[in-house]
C-alpha cells in the first residue's frame, strides 16, 4: 500500500509542518490524492520572514562568484532529480512524458542562466557617471533586503526558478508563496534548496493560499519588496488592494511574469546606490 | 586708507596701532579688572572677522508681475476660480506677488492640453529635434541664470551665493544633461523597445524650486512625454519665469503646463485620469498619500520623500575638512534638504574635540539677508516651516538634549533660525528621528564601524549619508552596508545632472539624474 505523506514547509532551511495544522489534499490529474500540502499561515510567513531577515546580511556579502557558484549548484542537484520533477508535472499537471521532461529541463536550465549572470548583472547595470567637477562618481546596484514573492496561480516551472534565482542572485532574501497550479513542487524544490549549500533562511518555501495572507503580506514592515508573478494587471482589484497596504513602509510592489525579461527581474530587485569620492592629492 | 587696512597694513609691518600686550602687563590686568575669557575673546574675533560690510545683490534685474496666472497650452490662463494666493518673501515677511490658485477646472484643461501636445507634436517630432529644443532652454537659462538666482533668492530665502552659484547653474545642466540623451535613447537599454509614457504631472517642493522642476522636467520632455507641473504653493515665481525661457525656446504649446496653486490643486493632477504618470518630490507623508490615491489605476509613480540622513564622521578622518562637509551637510540651504546630514554620527573618542571644531566654524557662518553676497544662512523658506523648527527645537530641549546655537546675530524681522546642535541625544530622540528641515543638527556618537552602520539605518528613511575616514577600504565597508541611495565619502551635498539621485525604503524609489533617471518616464516594451 501506498504511503501518503503530507508535504511540509521549507523555512530556514528546514522542514516544518505549519504552526496551524492545517493541510489540504493535492489531488493526481486523474482526480485521486496525490498527497496532502500544509496550508501554511500568517504565523508561517512571520516566521519564515524572521529566517530570511537572519540570513540575508551575510548571503549579500558573498561574492557574487560564490553566489553564483550556488546557483550553480542548485542546477546540479535539480539535474539529479530530472525524473523526479517531471513525473511531478505528469502526475499534477496531466503532462506527457515528453512535455514533462521538457518543463523540468526547462527550470535546471533556468538555474544555470541566473549562475551565470550572478556576477555579470552589476556590469551590465553599473555605470560611472561624468560630474562636473573632481569627484569619482558611481552608480551600483545593491540588493533590496528582505523579499517576498507570489508566484502564479498557472504554473510554469521555468519562470519559477526563474523569478526565485534572480531575486536572490544580488543578495537578497526571499519568502516565497507557491501558487495553486503545483503546490507538490514544494517537496523537489525545497530538497534543491537544501542541497546546494544555499545558507538557510535565503530561500523560504510557502504553500497555502496567497489570497489568505496577501495582506498580511503586504504589510509587513520588515519585507521590503513584493513580487506578484502571473503577469496581473495594475488596476485588478487585488492588485490595488496590495499597493494601498504597501505603502506603509514603501515596499517596493513588482508585477513580473511571462514578458518580463531576465535583466528587468534584476533591476527590480536591486536598489541603486551611488557613491561619491572627491578626487585629490 | 580705512582703518581696517591701515591696521593690517600696519601689523605686516610688525607694527600695530596699539603696543602689543606683553605677558606681564595681561597678568596685571587680569587682577584688577575682569579680562574677557579665551572663549569670549575669541567669540569676539571671530565676530570682527565675520562682519563684513553689507554687499546685496540688486534685485532691479527682476520684474516682478503683479500676479501670476498659470501657464496652459502656451499662454498664461487666468484661474477659473478667480482666487489668487500671496507669495511671500520670507526674509522680510512681505508679499512679493500673487500667485493663481488651481482648481480641477485649470487641472483638466492643463491635462488636455499636455495630451493633446503629446499626441499631436511632442511624440511625432524627431528625437534629435526635442533634443535641440532642451538644449535652447538650456543655453537661455545660462544666459538669464542671474536674473533667475536673485528671483530665487527673494521668493525662498536661500543665499543668493547659493542660487548663484547652486541652483540655477545645476538647473541649466540638467536641460543641457538630458537634451543629449533625447536621440540616444536606444544606448540606454541596449535590445529593448523604449517607448514614452505620455502626460506626467508632476508635482515639485519649496527648497530647491527651479532645479527641482529642472529635475522633474528634462528627463520627461527628453524622453517624449508631455508635462503639467505644479510647483510649491511658497514658491512658484521661477518655475512661472521659466514659461518665458520656454517660450523664447520656441517650445511648442502644452508640452509644458504649470498649473500653480497648494495641495488640493497637486490632489486633481494626481487623481486626473488621464495623467500617466505622477512624480513628486516632498514629504514622506504626502508621498504615501500620493501613493494611496493612485493604487487603484495603472498610473506609475515616483516618489523623492524626506529623509533623516547620518553623516558618520571616524575618527581617521581629515578632521577639517570633516568640519566643513558637516556643516555644508546641514546648513546648505538653512537645511531644507531632503538629503541633509542632520544626524551626525561621530566616534566618541573625538566627540569633544570634534564639537568644538564644529562650533567655532558654525560661530563664522553669518546669518542675514538672502541677496546679500555673504550670507551663509538665509532665511527660513516659510513662516510655517519657521514655526515647526521652533517647536522641534523646543521637544529637543524638553527631551534633553544639550542645545547650541551660535552667538552671531540674526536679523529680527523675516523668518530666520540661527545655525544650532543638540549633544547628548540617542537614537530614540523626537530629534534624531523626525526631518526637521531646518538648520538643526543632531549629534550621536558610536565606537566601532558596526554600530554606526547599525545607527545610521536605524531609521525608515534611506536617502543619503555621509562618511568621513581617510581609510579607503573603511570607505568602502562601511558605504555598501548602508542602506542609502546616495552615498558621499569625504564629501556631502554635491549634486549633479548626471549623478542619479533618489532614496531606498521611506525615502522613496526611482532615480533622478543620470541614466537611471530616464527609466522613471520609459515603457519597457
Partial sequence: ?281 | MSKKMEARSLARKGKALSPPIKSSSVKKTKAKTSVPTKKTRDQKRTRAFTQYAPAPESSKVVTLKEKYDHYINGEFVAPSSKTYMDSINPATGKVLAKVAVGNQKDVDLAVAAARAAYNNVWSKMPASERSKYLFRIARILQERAREFAVLESMDGGKPIKESRDVDIPLAAQHFFYYAGWADKLEFAFPGKKLRPLGVCGQIIPWNFPLLMAAWKLAPALATGNTVVLKPAEQTSLTALLLCEVLEEAGLPPGVVNIVTGAGATGDALVKHPDVNKIAFTGSTDIGKLIARNVANSTKKLTLELGGKSANIVFEDAALDQAVEGVINGIYFNQGHVCCAGSRLLVEECIHDVFIKKLKKRMETLRVGDPLDKNTDVGAINSKEQWLKIKELIEIGKKEGGDFYEVSTDAPTQGYFQKPCLFTGVSNSHTIARTEIFGPVLTVLTFRTPDEAILKANDTPYGLAAGIWSEKGSKIHKVASSLRAGVIWANTYNKFDAASPFGGMKESGHGREGGLQGLFPYLEIE
Fill in chain 1, 1 to 281: 500500500m501506498k504511503v501518503l505523506k503530507t508535504i511540509k514547509l521549507y523555512i530556514n532551511g528546514e522542514f516544518p509542518r505549519t504552526e496551524s495544522g492545517r493541510s489540504y489534499p493535492i489531488m493526481d490529474h486523474d482526480g485521486k490524492e496525490y498527497a496532502r500540502v500544509c496550508q501554511g499561515s500568517r504565523k508561517d510567513f512571520r516566521n519564515a520572514v524572521e529566517a530570511a531577515k537572519n540570513a540575508q546580511a551575510a548571503w549579500s556579502k558573498r561574492t557574487a562568484y560564490n553566489r553564483g557558484q550556488i546557483l550553480y549548484r542548485m542546477g546540479e542537484m535539480a539535474q539529479g532529480k530530472l525524473e523526479e520533477f517531471s513525473q511531478l508535472f505528469q502526475t499534477c499537471l496531466g503532462l506527457s512524458h515528453e512535455k514533462s521532461v521538457d518543463m523540468a529541463q526547462a527550470g535546471i536550465d533556468a538555474f544555470i542562466y541566473y549562475a551565470g549572470l550572478a556576477d555579470k548583472y552589476t556590469q551590465i547595470l553599473c555605470s560611472v557617471n561624468q560630474v562636473n567637477g573632481p569627484f569619482h562618481n558611481f552608480t551600483t546596484p545593491t540588493p533590496i533586503g528582505i523579499t517576498t514573492y507570489a508566484d502564479a496561480d498557472k504554473f510554469d516551472f521555468k519562470l519559477l526558478v526563474s523569478h526565485l534565482c534572480a531575486i536572490i542572485l544580488s543578495g537578497n532574501s526571499v519568502v516565497a508563496i507557491l501558487g495553486k497550479g503545483c503546490p507538490a513542487i514544494i517537496a523537489p524544490l525545497s530538497e534543491v534548496f537544501a542541497t546546494s549549500d544555499l545558507p538557510p533562511g535565503v530561500i523560504n518555501l510557502i504553500t497555502g493560499s496567497f489570497d489568505e495572507v496577501a495582506g498580511f503580506v503586504a504589510g509587513h514592515h520588515e519585507v521590503q519588496a513584493l513580487f506578484v508573478a502571473g503577469d496581473r494587471s495594475a488596476n485588478s482589484k487585488q492588485v490595488s488592494e496590495l499597493k494601498l497596504l504597501a505603502v506603509d513602509n514603501m515596499k517596493r510592489l513588482h508585477l513580473i511574469g511571462e514578458k518580463t525579461s531576465a535583466l528587468e527581474l534584476v533591476m527590480k530587485a536591486v536598489e541603486m546606490q551611488t557613491i561619491w569620492h572627491p578626487i585629490g592629492v
